[in-house]
Nanobody, 122 residues
């Protein structure tokens, strides 16, 4: 049974930082690209970042490029999202997901976590 469990969400003021983590089990972690997506109230889920199986390649949504950094530790089956200079528009539920493809197309992702809430106040 595949499980992806996010942690690290919370409330922070604009300009602050948070580090999200996602612990994976039940899958061959190093065989999957890992992505982060987010969904704000009343909006569709949107791509945030993805990292390749080896960690050598990454891709970011334009809205977070230069502020967010995705990383992974294949020895610990974890993926992280370091979020700096947070803005109120970053407020959303954040989800990690595994993907057989290195893609921004989130509907192609295989497995999803339950999400962790990030709230940024101005």
């Amino acid at each position: 049974q595949v499980q992806l469990v996010e942690s690290g969400g919370g409330s922070v003021q604009a300009g602050g930082s948070l580090r999200l983590s996602c612990a994976a089990s039940g899958l061959t972690f190093s065989s999957y690209a890992m992505g982060w997506s987010r969904q704000a109230p009343g909006k569709e889920r949107e791509f945030v970042a993805i990292i390749s199986e080896s960690g050598r390649s990454t891709d970011y949504a334009d809205s977070v490029k230069g502020r967010f950094t995705i990383s992974r530790d294949n020895a610990k089956n974890t993926v992280h999202l370091q979020m700096n200079n947070l803005k109120p528009e970053d407020t959303a539920a954040y989800y990690c997901a595994s993907s057989s493809l290195f893609t921004r197309v989130t509907r192609w992702y295989n497995y999803w976590g339950q999400g962790t809430q990030v709230t940024v106040s101005s």
